[in-house]
């Protein structure tokens, strides 16, 4: 697939932000080969944080991958990279050819099912710059992502079902 093929995005009407949609960044067959790389060759862990002095399991899988030494710290917890595998420089390679920058690490996050999710994050840690520009890209069935203004709450938009 040339980069042409898929730069057809579609910009999403928010407050403050510059968000594209690329329904097609990747194919079908390449979506469902790639998924089955990440499953089996990413070290998924499922972390646990403490919320009102309990230890609670994340309801997520996450992995850490990127450059040599791009540690990054969330919810308390600090997260070493692992290398890049072949699959992930592939998913890199095409996100930076169609957000026209560089990226040096990734967030992996497996969903096992219906009951796994994400809370409300603001993705403001300090080692993502002040204003950072973040690629998204979601393989497997099709989920909601919704975004929610920083400071008007009763804003909610950007609300797209991916359907992978």
């Known amino acids: 697939m040339k980069v042409e093929d898929y730069q057809q995005g579609q910009a999403l009407s928010l407050p403050d932000a510059e968000v594209i949609w690329y329904p097609q960044a990747f194919s079908l067959e390449e979506s469902d080969q790639l998924l089955a790389e990440l499953l089996d060759g990413v070290a998924w862990r499922q972390e646990s944080i403490t919320l009102f002095k309990r230890e609670v399991l994340l309801p997520r899988l996450t992995a850490w991958y990127g450059d040599r030494g791009k540690i990054y710290t969330y919810s308390n917890l600090t997260m070493e990279p692992e290398l890049w595998t072949p699959a992930l420089l592939k998913i890199r390679s095409r996100v930076e050819a169609i957000a026209h920058t560089t990226f040096n690490s990734v ?18 840690e300090p080692e993502l710059g002040e204003n950072p520009i973040i690629g998204s890209v979601s393989f497997g069935e099709a989920r909601r992502f919704m975004l929610r203004h920083r400071f008007q709450k009763h804003w909610k938009g950007g609300d797209q079902s991916d359907s992978r």
């Open 107 to 124: 967030l992996l996050n497996l969903y096992r099912d219906g009951r796994d999710s994400i809370a409300w994050h603001s993705d403001d």
